[in-house]
C-alpha cells in the first residue's frame, strides 16, 4: 500500500512562487508515474501535471505550461511541483496521485492512490 502525504501549500500573492512536496511512503515504492491534478470549489479536479517515474518525462496542461515545473526525487521518494507566476485562478486544492500503469495520464481514474491535498490561495 501507498500513502501520499502533500506539504507546501498556503496563501501567495499574485506573481509569487510556491513549492508543493508529496512524500511517498510504502515497503517498496514503485510506480509507473505520479502527477499533480487541483480542484477549485465548484469545480470538477483537472490535471496539472505529470512525470513518468523512472525515465522523467513530463506532461503539462496548457494552463500552466511555462510556469509550473514538475520533478521527482527517487532516492526519497518524493514529487514537487513548483509553481510560478502564480494566479488567482490556480487557487485549488492540489492533490498528488500515483498509478501503476501506463495510460492517459490526465484521467484521474486510473490513478491507483490519492493524498490528502493542500491548499493553494492566490491573491490578487
Known amino acids: 500500500q501507498v500513502q501520499l502525504v502533500e506539504s507546501g501549500g498556503g496563501l501567495v500573492q499574485a506573481g509569487g512562487s510556491l513549492r508543493l512536496s508529496c512524500a511517498a511512503s510504502?515497503?517498496?515504492?514503485?510506480?509507473?508515474?505520479m502527477s499533480w491534478f487541483r480542484q477549485a470549489p465548484g469545480k470538477e479536479r483537472e490535471f496539472v501535471a505529470a512525470?513518468?517515474?523512472?525515465?522523467?518525462?513530463?506532461y503539462y496542461a496548457d494552463s500552466v505550461k511555462g510556469r509550473f515545473t514538475i520533478s521527482r526525487d527517487i532516492a526519497k521518494n518524493t514529487l514537487y511541483l513548483q509553481m510560478n507566476s502564480l494566479k488567482p485562478e490556480d487557487t485549488a486544492v492540489y492533490y498528488c496521485?500515483?498509478?501503476?500503469?501506463?495510460?492517459?495520464?490526465?484521467?484521474?481514474?486510473?490513478?491507483?492512490?490519492w493524498g490528502q491535498g493542500t491548499q493553494v490561495t492566490v491573491s490578487s
Open positions: 510504502a515497503r517498496t515504492f514503485s510506480v509507473y508515474g
Open positions: 512525470v513518468t517515474w523512472s525515465i522523467g518525462s513530463t
Open positions: 496521485a500515483a498509478r501503476n500503469t501506463p495510460g492517459t495520464f490526465a484521467v484521474a481514474y486510473i490513478y491507483d492512490y
